[in-house]
């Protein structure tokens, strides 16, 4: 059975995007590219009101089996508490997703490490997405001894060394290859951090999923590092089968 | 379907080992289902333009599946038009790209003037990034001062692939590179606004690998005859290559 999993794709509006973004298309692309599951969420989580996005999600992936929810939180409307991480539990969200880019808030952010203790003892992992180099280092800095896993995402050519290198220093860290587009950049940090850390996952519909495919599928690995990256690491890292 | 990559560099990448001779060129090539590529020299560009695009010269004389884009810098316009010179007149070197000191860095005709008149005579394509509004303003400005030039913008406008579109809606001479930003949309939109014959494929590697950029325009909504005309007829057209043989007839 195919275990493949993209880890990073969206639905919902996103105008920056100039695409429909809908269930449908996210379906239809993974139909077409033999993707098995999708995490996924609404971009309404990220670009109006996690609540109401969160929602959204959840209702999306109860309809679609193939789909595995991600939850999302803007930490700049976040005030304290548990509450978030004990509905993220209550409702089977399997990851939460945080854009401090696109939302505006730095990487060094109290309510952010805030939120990522309460995740931290639910054991919830969580995505952060990145905006160029440097960021994952002020991520870093932020996470500090909270014993979270991580995953990096958007890590682009231009941030592979620096990824690799706090990957060195933090064993909980994972990386995302939606942006590692750049010949070679697959296979040289599989070779640096070994394959069971670096997660497949796309930016689809956004993005094209044949050209996420693409890097990974020629990278060079090996079939058992193919397995592993395409959705092996993924499922582990999530607690699906 | 035979791919021509029109954006290729040899050297630049930050990946050790990658694009530095004409072994991996061939091997990354081979590898992604490239058949022909036009290489840019990424010493010409940061370094030297009359020693950056003699490497070049010597890359595509050993294989017959590459070509050459003479780089001419324009902080370095003696080296840039001694190279012209030297190399511009040969059959494998079949354009010029016009460089700055960033890729993002907008280029204007006053800027640009000295090399595209000792250039003109050649009549050959040239390529000018633009990856961004203000590029595409410079390159559509270039294109209006020079219609008998067909100028090839890199990169279709990065983001701001919209304003490359019309900038190409409004100037005949102007044709559109696929690389940039990797989105489905912008094929479409540039195939329904100016037709799929004015849209070139380019990958842009070694910073996107050419497996990734074919993904783009293989997943992008247009029609099987486009794709073919952006993968290669277009390219073959734009740089005169018909009586050049094809990877069918190899």
């Known amino acids: ?241 | 379907m035979p791919v021509f990559d029109c954006h290729s560099w040899l050297g630049g990448s930050i990946v050790p080992g990658m694009a530095q001779s004409v072994e991996t060129l061939a091997k990354n090539m081979e590898a992604a289902g490239v058949d022909r590529a036009l290489v840019f020299s990424a010493h010409a560009r940061v370094v030297d333009p009359l020693a950056g695009n003699r490497l070049v010269q010597a890359v595509v004389d050993r294989s017959p599946g590459l070509y050459g884009c003479l780089v001419g810098h324009l902080n370095r316009p003696e080296s840039s038009v001694g190279a012209m010179r030297e190399l511009m007149s040969k059959r494998r070197f079949l354009a010029l790209a016009v460089m700055g000191r960033t890729a993002e860095e907008p280029i204007t005709k006053a800027m640009a003037d000295d090399m595209l008149n000792a250039y003109r005579r050649y009549t050959k394509p040239i390529m000018l990034y633009a990856l961004n509004a203000d590029s595409v303003r410079g390159a559509l400005e270039i294109a209006k001062a020079y219609p008998m030039l067909r100028v090839v913008m890199l990169g279709m406008g990065g983001r701001d692939w919209r304003d490359a579109i019309r900038a190409a809606h409004a100037a005949t001479n102007i044709l559109l590179e696929t690389s940039g930003s990797l989105e489905c949309a912008k094929l479409a939109a540039a195939v329904e606004t100016i037709g799929p014959h004015r849209v070139v494929f380019g990958s842009w590697s070694p910073h996107t690998s050419a497996p990734v950029a074919i993904g783009m325009v293989e997943d992008s909504r247009i029609s099987d005859d486009a794709k073919r005309r952006i993968f290669w007829d277009n390219a073959v057209r734009l740089f005169d290559l018909d009586g050049a043989p094809t990877p069918e007839g190899e």
């Open chain 1, 1 to 241: 059975m195919d275990q493949s999993l993209d880890i990073n794709t969206l639905y919902g509006p996103l105008p920056a995007a100039s695409v429909d973004l809908s269930i449908d298309d996210l379906q239809a692309l993974m139909g077409k590219h033999g993707i098995a599951a999708c995490c996924t969420l609404s971009t309404i989580g990220v670009l109006l009101d996690h609540n109401a996005g969160n929602a959204a999600t959840m209702a999306a992936c109860r309809e679609v089996q193939r789909l595995v929810p991600a939850a999302t939180v803007n930490p700049i409307a976040y005030f304290g508490g548990e509450g978030p991480a004990m509905q993220f539990q209550e409702d089977g969200f399997k990851v939460v997703r945080f854009y401090p880019a696109w939302q505006g808030w730095p990487y060094l952010f109290a309510p952010f490490r805030t939120l990522l203790s309460t995740l931290a003892a639910r054991d919830i992992p969580v995505i952060v997405h990145l905006d160029g180099p440097g960021s994952a280092t002020q991520l870093l800095d932020c996470v500090g001894d909270i014993p979270i896993r991580l995953v990096l995402a958007d890590v682009d050519d231009r941030q592979v060394s620096e990824a690799v290198a706090l990957m060195r220093q933090h064993p909980n860290l994972f990386v995302e290859t939606s942006g590692l587009s750049a010949t070679g950049a697959v296979k040289l940090l599989v070779a640096a951090v070994g394959a069971e850390r670096v997660l497949f996952g796309s930016g689809a519909p956004a993005r094209p999923l044949g050209s996420a495919l693409a890097s990974i599928r020629h990278a060079g690995l090996s079939e058992h590092d193919l397995a592993r990256v395409m959705g092996l690491n993924a499922r582990a890292l999530l607690g699906i089968g």
